[in-house]
T-cell receptor, first 109, second 116 residues
Framework: KNEVEQSPQNLTAQEGEFITINCSYSVGISALHWLQQHPGGGIVSLFM???GKKKHGRLIATINIQEKHSSLHITASHPRDSAVYIC???????????FGPGTSLSVIP | EAQVTQNPRYLITVTGKKLTVTCSQN?????MSWYRQDPGLGLRQIYYSMNVEVTDKGDVPEGYKVSRKEKRNFPLILESPSPNQTSLYFC???????????????FGPGTRLTVL
């Protein structure tokens, strides 16, 4: 069983829809990251969470430490949101970073 | 501008020819890391460094070396590259080696390596 799992693996949405991507992990962590990767390869950090909730524009990220679960929400989705979204955690025991498999999002006009 | 730079961005080489991929950050970050990304396998950590002269193996360290002689630089060395090291490599840095809300990761642009 992977230490970091994401769901769904693939997601197609109509423009304007509310989108949720989930991440669950099985290890103790010091931080959780949400990353975005567009076709062409560059990786952008969207959020770093160690507790609670963060909001940036149309993006909201939450984390529940007790349940070992995080969600990334996109409100009013737009075709430019089409990308792969990756959850990554930093293990508290050794500071290693473990990545989820990614969620491929396609937003259709 | 705060950034992580990597060089080269693209490299085609042959089996056994030693190479170095450089990584540099200008944010005075303690934590630096190298990752590789492969289709179907996702991102995996190769090596990381908590501070100068401190390096640790990630999940896939075989065939790689790193050094951290200065805080800003973290080169990745392939002493004898092999075709299975063909991959997309990313360097990243973050602000603290501990907990807290300030250790966001900043990624370099990536280095696409092909080993023939």
């Amino acid at each position: 069983k992977n230490e970091v799992e994401q769901s769904p693996q693939n997601l197609t949405a109509q423009e304007g829809e509310f989108i949720t991507i989930n991440c669950s992990y099985s290890v103790g962590i010091s931080a959780l990251h949400w990353l975005q990767q567009h076709p062409g390869g560059g990786i952008v950090s969207l959020f770093m969470l160690s507790s609670g909730k963060k909001k940036h524009g149309r993006l909201i990220a939450t984390i529940n430490i007790q349940e070992k679960h995080s969600s990334l929400h996109i409100t009013a989705s737009h075709p430019r949101d089409s990308a792969v979204y990756i959850c990554a955690v930093r293990r508290v025991e050794d500071d290693k970073v473990i990545f989820g498999p990614g969620t491929s999002l396609s937003v259709i006009p | 501008e705060a950034q992580v730079t990597q060089n080269p961005r693209y490299l085609i080489t042959v089996t056994g020819k030693k190479l170095t991929v450089t990584c540099s950050q200008n944010m005075n970050h303690e934590y630096m890391s190298w990752y590789r990304q492969d289709p179907g396998l996702g991102l995996r950590q190769i090596y990381y460094s908590m501070n100068v002269e401190v390096t640790d193996k990630g999940d896939v360290p075989e065939g790689y070396k790193v050094s951290r002689k200065e805080k800003r630089n973290f080169p990745l060395i392939l002493e004898s590259p092999s075709p299975n090291q063909t991959s997309l490599y990313f360097c990243a840095s973050s602000g603290t080696s501990g907990r807290g809300n300030n250790n966001e990761q900043f990624f370099g642009p990536g280095t696409r390596l092909t080993v023939l």
